[in-house]
């Protein structure tokens, strides 16, 4: 009920605040006998974690993660796996001037209106840091798909702002700070992200993320489809705004002589339905595009209220990514790999297949 826990059958509750003590997560429902240690899940979480580079936040957060449960002579035991997230490097003095007025565009307004408390130190619960956790669970997730039906879950950055980043290669997605595809477009990357951090504002980002060998079955019909619990995870995470699956909005222009998968005793010849079909998957490529709005946090004054419902003007100072979106392909793909987990769990226990 209070939205803090993602999955049926593999279950990911996440907790923590921005600057309390630590975050973390609680994972129920995975099998056991899953080979798992606290390094898999660090080489993931070092993808995410801020201070990387000079185009995110400079908050220095080692981001170590420690398994406290659930994990037995290096295996899981198939009882719940507790996930600690230490936080070393928080600044609550930074938001002293913000902690009785509103941010535009973040959450500080609703979150006040909804539990009539506020915690203004870097966002609280609504802060970015809190897909740490997240990032660590589809780790789990991410190994287990690997191994028990080679699934492969590769995330990117499709356009910054203006900037469309056309497709090269996968081999540069981990070379570069955008996890962009295309090595020619960094430097211009770069220069758009300078220009935009000395003005003090911030931008918006696309994500493209393809899961690779996902079996045919997987999804249930109507309030459960693949898609629908696809979509449902990705808006759970910081400042997305739009999710689509295959052509997505583009099918509005198509005829369905162009949007419909044909088929042949090959396969499919095309993949505009993006790998589902009815919510189910068709063993196609599974295809999910993200819209990422601009941080909420800059430090460029603007107008808003505070808790009196006075005008005020707001400026946000601390540290901040410019675009949050640049770390958001590891998250993305945690995401993703969470949903389809728990569908692959789902599909066995139903039809007693895909083990």
Known sequence: MSGNSLGKLFSVTNFGESHGPAIGAVIDGCPPGLELSEADIQAELDR??????????????????????GVFEGVTTGTPIGLLIRNTDA??????????????????FSYFKKYGIRDPRGGGRSSA????????AGAIARKWLAREHGVRIRGYMSQLGPIPIPFETWDEVPRNPFFA???AIV?????FMDDLRRAGDSIGARIEVIAQGVPPGWGEPLYDRLDADIAHAMMGLNA?????????????????????????PDGFMSNHAGGVLGGISSGQDLKVSLAVKPTSSIRIERRSINRAGDPVTVQTLGRHDP???????????????????DHALRHRGQCGRGA
């Open 323 to 341: 675009c949050v979106a640049i770390r958001a392909t590891p998250i993305v793909e945690a995401l993703l790999g969470i949903v389809l987990m």
């Open 187 to 191: 430097p211009q990357l770069e220069a």
């Open 129 to 136: 840091r809190l897909t740490a956790p997240t990032v660590a």
């Open 48 to 69: 995410r974690r801020p201070g990387t580079s000079r185009h995110v936040t400079q908050r220095r957060e080692p981001d170590t993660v420690e398994i406290l449960s």
């Open 240 to 264: 997305v705004k739009g999710v689509s699956i295959g052509s997505g909005f583009d099918c509005v222009t198509m005829r369905g002589s162009e949007q419909g998968d044909e088929q042949g």
């Open 181 to 183: 595809p295309n090595a």
């Open 91 to 108: 600044r609550s003095k930074d938001y002293r001037n913000i902690a009785d007025t509103f941010r535009p565009g973040h959450a500080d």
